[in-house]
């Protein structure tokens, strides 16, 4: 069967170093998952397909470098070694600090794992979302970046969805969704994150090398048409009859698996 090709490619200097390679995202199902039952006695989410679609679609991202984060600390006077106070409020002020690990010193003679793709870190200012909840829920700190490495190319017509691992979250933080058109787009995608400060008002944290924290799931660009109709009560009534007198009627008749490789 022909299979669509997606390709992830980095910089040569990169190439034969110790960093986290894509993968297909079925190699990171959730141990919460894998654990449960399912069967005639024990019914559960795992005979879902739906839900087991989401978490075996696409490849995924792994953190190319340690994530040094202390979200919302006080923030302190780098001469005094004091915490700056809000002169109006009285309050102390507040501060988002970051760095990031380093490559083998061997392979990479130590060069800062912040110019992984030859570039400065990166960020959208709080004002660029104004009004959405991530500036809420990163405490109105501006937005980071992770800087990923791959490029990500596919065939002619075709672009990506980058998403939060699906039903498969870490609760520390999350990337802001985008689709990109890969088939043109020939640098890497940096992803902007949030910290999840609803859960975590103050978090002191590394998001180690080889986290999980991008889905990738490439789908064919094509224009569609809505249009709003009713089923009549007979074929829905025909619907449900065919299937609830047959078990597992989506996955036997309905579900097309597909390979991710």
């Known amino acids: 069967m022909f299979r ?18 894509p993968e297909p995202v079925k190699a990171h199902i959730p141990d919460w998952y894998k654990k449960l039952e399912h069967n005639l006695r024990v019914i559960t989410i795992k005979g879902c397909m739906p839900v087991l679609d989401t978490l075996t679609a696409g490849y995924v991202l ?3 470098q340690d ?11 780098p001469e005094t070694g004091k915490v700056m106070v809000d002169e109006k409020t009285g309050k102390n002020l507040k501060d988002f600090n970051f760095r990031y690990g380093l490559f083998n010193e061997e392979n990479m003679m130590g060069a ?12 959208h200012h709080k004002i660029q979302l104004e009004g959405s909840h991530f ?6 700190f501006d937005i980071l970046k992770i800087l990923n490495p791959w490029v990500v190319k596919t065939p002619p017509g075709y672009s990506c969805l980058f998403v939060p691992p699906l039903n498969n979250p870490d609760d520390r933080f999350e990337i802001i969704a985008g689709i990109v058109d890969t088939d043109k787009w020939n640098l890497e995608v940096n992803f902007p994150f949030i910290v999840n400060g609803d859960k ?9 090398k080889g986290t999980p924290y991008v889905q990738v799931i490439p789908f064919k660009r094509e224009s569609w048409e809505m249009e709003i109709g009713e ?3 007979e074929d829905r009534l025909n619907f449900w009859n065919w299937t609830l ?11 097309d698996k597909q390979s991710w490789k």
Do not use: S
């Not at 994530?67 to 006077?77: A, G, P």
């Not at 500036?135 to 109105?140: A, F, L, P, R």
């Not at 007198?245 to 579900?255: A, C």
């Open 4 to 21: 669509k090709q997606i390709e992830f490619i980095c910089h040569e200097e990169y190439a034969h170093t110790e960093l986290e390679k």
């Open 62 to 64: 792994k953190m190319p």
């Open 67 to 77: 994530l040094y984060i202390e979200f919302n600390v006080d923030k302190i006077n």
């Open 112 to 123: 800062k794992m912040m110019n992984l793709n030859g570039k400065k870190p990166q960020y």
């Open 135 to 140: 500036v809420e829920k990163n405490k109105g």
């Open 200 to 208: 975590y008002p103050v978090l002191d944290t590394i998001l180690l």
């Open 231 to 233: 089923i009549p009560k």
């Open 245 to 255: 007198n047959k078990l597992h009627t989506y996955k036997r008749k309905v579900w």
